[in-house]
């Protein structure tokens, strides 16, 4: 992981990994927000982006040792 923690990322963001957490799959976060499984697997290749991680394994860890943080809308 490239970027400085914690990095401070959107509400939306920080649902859907706490989402992936509990184990959901992209379809089933959507249904639970009301997106589309495009949206959030566009949402999560962001998040992969920002942070550097390959996997939804390392973005749950980030988020677990709160090295994810509430910014922006």
Known sequence: MDAPLPLTVK???LQIVGLL???LTDREIGNRLGLSPRTVSNNLA???ALTGVPSRAHLVSLFERGHLTLGGD
Request: aromatic share 12%; hydrophobic share 20%; glycine share 12%.
């Open 21 to 23: 957490r509990d184990g």
């Open 11 to 13: 509400i939306r963001h």
């Open 46 to 48: 962001h998040l992969y």
